[in-house]
């Protein structure tokens, strides 16, 4: 069986390298890697594809710096060249980005199957371009893999039990990998050397904050008055947020300190005091690290986060000062099990070998 996996962005390499790991365990399947390109970053130098254990891309198809529509354009056209060319039997895509859309849609016209990691996920949010690749790439996957009984849910009310597909309940990649690389973060990173003993993290990067100079300014504002008041305050600063906060001549008065690696990321959520973020990605990890979490946006996708009390939506307008000391003094239990048992891609290599 021949698989191709189509990623785009450094979380999207985590999560494969779960299951490319898992993949390696049967005889006959070999699987290639494909890199759209659409994320540049610094921390992806060949040390992060050695000490990650990923396998290295063998296309990497350099697209990036363009607008949505010509980025998307131009992974299609790329994509379906490597797709005639290789002949896979299946794609396999991650996440929300235009990377997971245009691999999927490329796929399907070629009438070759899909899985989609990370399928059900809604935000109910049209107007963040993740959603609309979220929406059309479930719509179009052969089997869908669902790491929450809430994507499970979104997708049955949206009627996919009347499609031709199959939906897994896998758990949660980002899950195995958070327990796979806590054991190796210590020894790689020294990060904490650099942050006060007792932290709160943030991270802010989403467009619909950074972009509108109200938000923006509002939780600068709330950030310094709980990096003052409540506990100082780290974060990795992203460079759209940098930007943005130069061109709108924001002071943000907390511990910046420079983007930084997973293993990094990992190490600051094990010392931390809690997370605050509009990160998808983190407000999971934040869990699985049993920290509480404040997430800086209108909705969430992880739902079940905030059924279970243990984050909570924090928008421009709300006293995230209050909100902060509140949940720091907060008693909340990290036992249930929303995401699996470590084991999803376990599951995913098992569903695929069986289609």
């Given at each position: 069986m021949k698989i191709i996996t189509v990623v785009g962005a450094r979380p999207q390499f985590v999560k494969a390298a779960v299951v490319s790991r898992e993949l390696k365990k049967y005889d006959g399947v070999e699987e290639i890697l494909v890199h759209t390109g659409q994320?540049?970053?610094?921390?992806?130098?060949?040390?992060?594809?050695?000490?990650?254990?990923?396998?290295?891309?063998?296309?990497?198809?350099?697209?990036?710096?363009?607008g949505h529509g010509a980025m998307t354009g131009r992974m299609l056209e790329k994509l379906e060249e490597v797709f005639i060319s290789e002949k896979p039997d299946l794609?396999?895509?991650?996440?929300?980005?235009n990377s997971t859309l245009a691999g999927a849609l490329a796929a399907q016209k070629l009438h070759i199957k899909v899985g989609h990691v990370e399928a059900g996920l809604r935000s109910f949010n049209m107007e963040m371009?993740?959603?609309?690749?979220?929406?059309?790439t479930d719509r179009i996957s052969t089997i869908l893999f669902c790491p929450t009984d809430s994507a499970i849910k979104n997708l049955k009310n949206e009627g996919y039990e009347n499609f031709d597909c199959e939906i897994v309940r896998s758990g949660?990649?980002?899950?195995?990998?958070?327990?796979?690389?806590a054991e190796?973060?210590?020894?790689?990173?020294?990060?904490?050397?650099?942050v006060p003993n007792e932290f709160i993290l943030c991270t802010l990067h989403r467009a619909e904050n950074t972009d509108d100079l109200k938000r923006l300014q509002a939780f600068v504002e709330n950030l310094n008055e709980v990096?003052?008041?409540?506990?100082?305050?780290?974060?990795?600063?992203?460079?759209?947020?940098?930007?943005?906060?130069?061109?709108?001549?924001?002071?943000?008065?907390?511990?910046?300190?420079?983007?930084?690696?997973?293993?990094?990321?990992?190490?600051?959520?094990?010392?931390?005091?809690m997370v605050l973020?509009?990160?998808?990605?983190?407000?999971?990890?934040?869990?699985?690290?049993?920290?509480?979490?404040?997430?800086?946006?209108?909705?969430?996708?992880?739902?079940?986060?905030?059924?279970?009390?243990?984050?909570?939506?924090?928008?421009?307008?709300?006293?995230?000062?209050?909100k902060a000391s509140e949940m720091l003094k907060k008693s909340v239990s990290f036992d249930t099990d929303l995401y699996g048992n470590g084991e999803a891609a376990k599951q995913i290599a098992k569903a695929i070998l069986s289609i």
């Open positions: 994320h540049f970053d610094q921390n992806m130098s060949d040390v992060f594809f050695d000490e990650m254990e990923i396998p290295k891309p063998k296309y990497n198809l350099e697209i990036n710096g363009v794609v396999l895509v991650y996440g929300d980005t371009p993740e959603e609309i690749n979220r929406i059309l949660d990649v980002m899950n195995d990998a958070a327990l796979y690389y190796k973060s210590a020894q790689l990173s020294s990060v904490v050397e650099s990096h003052e008041s409540v506990k100082p305050v780290v974060i990795p600063l992203h460079p759209r947020t940098k930007a943005k906060l130069k061109e709108y001549n924001l002071d943000l008065n907390v511990k910046v300190i420079d983007p930084v690696g997973y293993f990094d990321m990992i190490e600051l959520l094990k010392n931390c005091s973020t509009d990160s998808g990605g983190l407000q999971k990890e934040a869990f699985f690290f049993h920290k509480t979490c404040l997430t800086l946006r209108d909705q969430t996708e992880w739902v079940e986060l905030v059924e279970e009390g243990v984050n909570q939506l924090v928008k421009p307008e709300d006293d995230l000062k209050q």
